[in-house]
């Protein structure tokens, strides 16, 4: 009889590891970095300039691991408000040498006032972006844009309103999976996860073969692409496959935790379970704080900064165009770029 029990406590637990969607836990070393760079860019935003310019600097010195170019530029455009503009650049060169693409709206932010340092960037950029772009697999970049899919408002506004649908009835005990409404509208999800599992299978043959889209190899829209795709691949219903693949990229700078945490949830939250870290962030607010704590302490198993929840008295509101306001959340925000 014992025994009997045993063996039906152990498939119970088999069957509660199976639904868990699988995830690995980074380095203290990764986590201290992360740490230290989200402090770094929170200073910066609030310019507290010297404080967030020692972090930067701190951070990149005693990180052995891989950096993010997204940091490397941020780091950049700090030293410039400072005037410590020779560091600036040996920022730069770092960003765009490691494959960092200046988007129109940021390159006003890039500014030497410093005679040396301005003929230095003027010399230099031109030949920077040059080497970035020569490095690139533009053979794996040209598939990748052919992975996009093709724009249609009608169709994707079907599969949300079905992905919403079949999500909140997961999570309630009442949920009928025999009525019409949720048969027809798993019906388009299961077409969608088809058709997502066929590319996401042409994107890892890719991976195995050229490495994880990043932007040493491909530009930023294919970064953009490869990882919607496996964002979506829902066929990989508990992260089993794309883990080490995800962590792998995380580790190499490739990923921000942010991302590997939104597979997470949303593997969870397709399940029928609660998110792991509550990524994306949009709706975080309406979770009871005992929750919160418990999934702060989680995220920093991953190098994700710690949600705040705001004093409504801390909120302040914004002027709308109407004449009207917002309450505007602060977060942390999302310190990769890409």
């Not at 509550?278 to 920093?300: D, F, H, L, Q, V």
Request: glycine share 4%; net charge positive; with cysteine.
């Amino acid at each position: 009889m014992i025994k009997k029990l045993l063996c039906i406590l152990s498939l119970a637990i088999a069957g509660l590891s199976v639904a868990q969607t699988k995830y690995s836990i980074t380095s203290a070393d990764f986590n201290n970095y992360h740490a230290t760079v989200s402090a770094a860019e929170r200073m910066f935003r609030n310019d507290s300039l010297l404080q967030a310019y020692a972090k930067f600097d701190i951070a990149f010195e005693n990180y052995k691991g891989a950096i993010n170019p997204s940091h490397y530029f941020k780091a950049a455009l700090c030293a410039i408000k400072i005037k410590e503009e020779f560091k600036a650049l040996h920022y730069l060169e770092k960003a765009i040498t490691n494959g960092y693409e200046i988007d129109n709206n940021k390159l006003a932010l890039v500014v030497f006032n410093n005679q040396n340092t301005k003929q230095e960037y003027k010399v230099n950029i031109g030949t920077w972006n040059a080497n970035r772009d020569a490095a690139r697999n533009t053979a794996f970049e040209g598939e990748l844009y052919t992975y996009a899919p093709t724009p249609n408002k009608v169709a994707d506004a079907k599969y949300n309103e079905a992905l919403t649908y079949c999500t909140m009835c997961n999570k309630t005990k009442t949920c009928s999976k025999t009525a019409p409404d949720y048969v027809s509208k798993n019906k388009i999800l299961k077409e969608r996860m088809k058709a997502d599992s066929l590319v996401a299978t042409k994107l890892l043959g890719n991976i195995n073969q050229y490495g994880f889209p990043n932007l040493k190899i491909v530009d930023k829209k294919a970064c953009e692409i490869a990882r919607t795709i496996l964002l979506n691949y829902d066929a990989d219903k508990t992260n089993e496959r794309l883990d080490g693949i995800l962590f792998k990229a995380l580790n190499d700078g490739f990923i921000s935790p942010s991302f590997y945490a939104q597979v997470i949830d949303r593997r969870n939250v397709k399940a029928g379970l609660n998110p792991e870290f509550y990524e994306p962030i949009t709706g975080y607010e309406k979770t009871i704080a005992a929750s919160m704590a418990g999934a702060n302490n989680k995220r920093k198993t991953i190098g994700l900064y710690n949600i705040i929840l705001p004093a409504k008295t801390a909120q302040k509101p914004s002027p709308t165009a109407k004449g009207g306001s917002t309450i505007t959340k602060p977060t942390d925000g999302n310190l990769y770029d890409y």
